[in-house]
């Protein structure tokens, strides 16, 4: 799923900030998760969670509306709570392009959640996170709904300052942390664990207090904070996060919602878990872009971006909308490269139709800017590259580079720095 840049937030000093850069709004969520391709559904999240002894509510999954008045009959709860399984969020709120209002819905009555659920079923769900038109639903959560009188925050997450992970609580959950960081820093409780210990009771217990939780309850309460950290160890997760982590008037502690988000390093490890990684949902260009280890994110511009590393792409999109230009894309190359990983970049950005020049930025430190420059000349002449190319190129074997652009003969524009650079590709577009 996609990372909780607030529990990063809190977890770095709780300091929070806005970015001048462009790009900021549409990337952090992509470029702090250490996991950008493993997607899970909030039911398969806590499916994973129930298999660690971790309470959530009692669920069923539904693909038909008949399954899902099935699923409602068999919970035999007072009242239930019908969700549309999508990765994206603001699902209460959102709209169906059947007429339906709402991703989410409460009812005492098994017949309504059928109907309910015969109108999500197969149709678009718009959400403020969704594309325009929204995503289709394939599948419905039937839950018991249960009632929550008090809601707290609870996190666990790798933080660099601290060399491991960390627990990050607050007595003020079901809402935004960013916003309770912000307004009340001093009701956000942050705690490292060591990795050898793990997390022991008097740290589970101390943290269980900071949430509010008392008598019995905080105990109960504990545990479940020891049984989140065994999840996040259990599957090599970066983080797990609960919000809200809430207590029942019956007296229990009950996880509602939570983001897992995982290690891809782990995968050769965790392949139960990366085999119920849902990409229905991406992006095509991003999964293509996926299969060749490079990383690709859409814009809304027409100068396509190509570099390696998320900071220097951050730079190359504000300095093109500096002189008056806007970026279609980036695409980040990473470290490693290989002449075919090029020509596969280049396959990607020329196949969108919005693109009318291409700005390459490679600074060459593990990069060898031979090879980014062999990978260019061969797919300009394969591909028949017909928009402006305006190539910058620094580092590692650089004049080489260099020669073998101008020797190719091909239209290519040098820059001499990303400033030059970004001015040429701006005027390309302008001619």
């Known amino acids: 799923m996609a990372a909780s ?23 952090k969520s992509n470029w702090l998760s ?53 990765l994206a969020g603001g699902r209460g709120k959102g709209v169906f392009d059947s007429g339906l209002k709402g991703g989410v819905h409460l009812t005492k009555d098994p017949a309504v959640v059928g109907e309910l659920a015969n109108k999500m079923l197969g149709f678009n769900l718009t959400t403020k996170q969704t594309p325009k038109d929204g995503v289709k639903v394939k599948t419905v959560m039937v839950a018991e709904a249960l009632d ?60 269980a207090a900071n949430l509010g939780f008392k008598g019995p309850l905080q105990r109960q309460a504990a545990d479940q904070i020891k049984r989140l950290y065994d999840l996040f160890l259990k599957v090599d997760a970066t983080q797990v996060e609960v919000n809200p982590l809430g207590e029942t008037p019956e007296g229990q502690v009950v996880c ?9 390093n782990a995968e050769f490890r965790q392949k139960a878990v990366f085999q119920m990684d849902d990409m229905t949902e991406s992006d095509p260009t991003e999964m293509e872009a996926a299969k060749w280890d490079l990383k690709y994110i859409g814009l809304d511009g027409n100068i396509a971006c190509f570099v390696n590393g998320a900071g220097l792409a951050m730079a190359t999109c504000d300095i093109i909308d500096l002189h008056g230009g806007k970026p279609a894309n980036f695409l980040d190359l990473g470290g490693g490269v290989k002449e075919r990983q090029v020509y596969e970049a280049f396959k990607l950005l020329t196949a969108d139709p919005k693109v009318e020049a291409i700005l390459v930025n ?24 017909k928009v402006p190319l305006v190539v910058r190129l620094e580092g590692t074997n650089v004049h080489e580079a260099k020669k073998i652009l101008s020797d190719s003969g091909l239209p290519i524009t040098a820059a001499d720095n990303l400033d030059d650079a970004a001015k040429k590709a701006v005027a390309a577009i302008k001619e």
């Open 148 to 207: 929550i009188t008090r809601e707290t925050y609870f996190a666990i997450l790798m933080d660099r300052s601290c060399n491991g992970p960390v627990m990050v609580g607050s007595p003020q959950g079901g809402m935004d942390i960013e916003e309770v960081a912000a307004s009340t820093p001093e009701l956000i409780f942050k705690e490292a664990i060591d990795i050898f210990e793990g997390v022991r009771d008097d740290q589970a217990l101390a943290m």
């Open 5 to 27: 840049v607030a529990s990063q937030a809190a977890a770095r000093g709780l300091r929070t900030a806005t970015s001048k850069h462009i790009l900021l709004d549409k990337l």
């Open 362 to 385: 490679i600074f060459g430190g593990i990069v060898n800017c031979a090879i980014i420059a062999n990978g260019i000349t061969k797919a300009c002449r394969e591909l028949e590259l």
């Open 256 to 264: 509602f919602d939570a983001k897992i988000n995982f290690d891809d």
């Open 34 to 86: 250490p996991r950008r391709w493993l997607n899970l559904q909030e039911y398969q999240s806590k499916k994973l969670m129930q298999e660690s002894g971790v309470a959530v509510q009692r669920f069923y999954v539904a693909d038909t509306a008949s399954e899902a008045l099935e699923a409602a009959k068999r919970l035999n709860a007072k009242e239930i709570v019908l969700k549309a399984q999508i």
